[in-house]
């Protein structure tokens, strides 16, 4: 069967956002409104489409699971987390970035690319199809940098990576800056990292409406957290604790990853009713090096 092509708008800045608010104003109603009418009463429900990683037609599940209420009273599913392909099991936010990897970055199985997870189903998918891939963990059980424990996990600091300049052609990571104290130092030990050329792709909490990344927690040389507004916890694949979000990042990040030297620093905003991309602002973050 033909699947359609994976289709983002990159937009650049917070006034460039601006400008596309309002050219997309009355497209964005149309979207929320189809959304709601595939809303059903009762979960799980399914809605039919076609998977861009499995290339076939699938059915995709949602569940209420960390839904949001309207004002009106209507329960809306986390689209982002959900519409999981009855194939590959991946949800919307991490079939949407797989994509984004194979048709728009042209990532093949020749490249070398290093991933800020292990011990996930996102992980192992990718794997198998990119067997010069690397993943890592950051692990509290004492495995030094570059190592790999008993369970054969690998730890990474994001701030002191173990790998040598210029090693990778892309870098992907999933919604763990957030969790990373000096987001800064990760983002500029990943373009180390990547061989000119290379590029980096990741997904993180994001207002769009904020100019700012608004800083949450900071932690000092000896390990010791301050918290700036109430602790927020993160879903962590190692501990049933959760992970601190350290921030929340705002347009600004693009220009910290410019001070550091990615180019063409951008947010690619996606939607596709056939290919399960439901939800409002959806986007990934890619830069070069």
């Given at each position: 069967?033909?699947?359609?092509?994976?289709?983002?708008?990159?937009?650049?800045?917070?006034?460039?956002?601006?400008?596309?608010?309002?050219?997309?104003?009355?497209?964005?109603?149309?979207?929320?409104?189809?959304?709601?009418?595939?809303?059903?009463?009762t979960e799980p429900f399914f809605l039919p489409g076609?998977?861009?990683?499995?290339?076939?037609?699938?059915?995709?599940?949602?569940?209420?699971?960390?839904?949001?209420?309207?004002?009106?009273?209507?329960?809306?599913?986390?689209?982002?987390?959900?519409?999981?392909?009855?194939?590959c099991g991946l949800n919307n936010r991490m079939r949407?970035?797989?994509?984004?990897?194979?048709?728009?970055?042209?990532?093949?199985?020749?490249?070398?690319?290093?991933?800020?997870?292990?011990?996930?189903?996102?992980?192992?998918?990718?794997?198998?199809?990119?067997?010069?891939?690397?993943?890592?963990?950051?692990?509290?059980?004492?495995?030094?940098?570059?190592?790999?424990?008993?369970?054969?996990?690998?730890?990474?600091?994001?701030?002191?990576?173990?790998?040598?300049?210029?090693?990778?052609?892309?870098?992907?990571?999933?919604?763990?800056?957030?969790?990373?104290?000096?987001?800064?130092?990760?983002?500029?030990?990943?373009?180390?990292?990547?061989?000119?050329?290379?590029?980096?792709?990741?997904?993180?909490?994001?207002?769009?409406?904020?100019?700012?990344?608004?800083?949450?927690?900071?932690?000092?040389?000896?390990?010791?957290?301050?918290?700036?507004?109430?602790?927020?916890?993160?879903?962590?694949?190692?501990?049933?604790?959760?992970?601190?979000?350290?921030?929340?990042?705002?347009?600004?990040?693009?220009?910290?990853?410019?001070?550091?030297?990615?180019?063409?620093?951008?947010?690619?905003?996606?939607?596709?009713?056939?290919?399960?991309?439901?939800?409002?602002m959806q986007f990934v973050v890619v830069g070069e090096?």
């Open positions: 069967m033909s699947i359609p092509p994976f289709w983002a708008a990159a937009v650049s800045s917070y006034d460039q956002y601006l400008g596309f608010l309002d050219y997309m104003g009355a497209e964005l109603q149309r979207r929320d409104d189809f959304e709601l009418s595939l809303i059903k009463p076609s998977c861009g990683i499995c290339k076939k037609a699938t059915s995709f599940r949602v569940t209420f699971a960390h839904a949001s209420t309207r004002t009106s009273g209507q329960i809306v599913p986390n689209w982002r987390e959900h519409l999981n392909c009855e194939h949407a970035a797989i994509q984004f990897l194979q048709d728009v970055m042209h990532g093949d199985a020749s490249s070398h690319i290093y991933m800020t997870e292990q011990i996930t189903p996102m992980y192992s998918f990718l794997k198998d199809r990119y067997p010069n891939m690397i993943g890592s963990e950051f692990l509290h059980d004492g495995t030094l940098p570059g190592q790999y424990n008993k369970n054969g996990v690998r730890f990474e600091d994001l701030t002191r990576l173990s790998f040598a300049d210029n090693t990778f052609d892309g870098v992907l990571s999933f919604d763990v800056l957030e969790h990373v104290p000096d987001y800064k130092k990760g983002l500029a030990e990943i373009y180390r990292c990547l061989k000119p050329g290379g590029k980096l792709l990741f997904t993180a909490p994001f207002d769009v409406n904020d100019p700012n990344t608004v800083i949450r927690a900071t932690m000092d040389s000896d390990g010791n957290i301050e918290h700036l507004m109430e602790p927020e916890y993160h879903g962590d694949p190692l501990t049933d604790q959760g992970v601190l979000c350290f921030q929340r990042f705002g347009w600004d990040v693009l220009t910290s990853m410019e001070e550091i030297g990615f180019k063409g620093a951008q947010l690619h905003f996606y939607w596709s009713a056939d290919l399960g991309y439901l939800g409002p090096k």
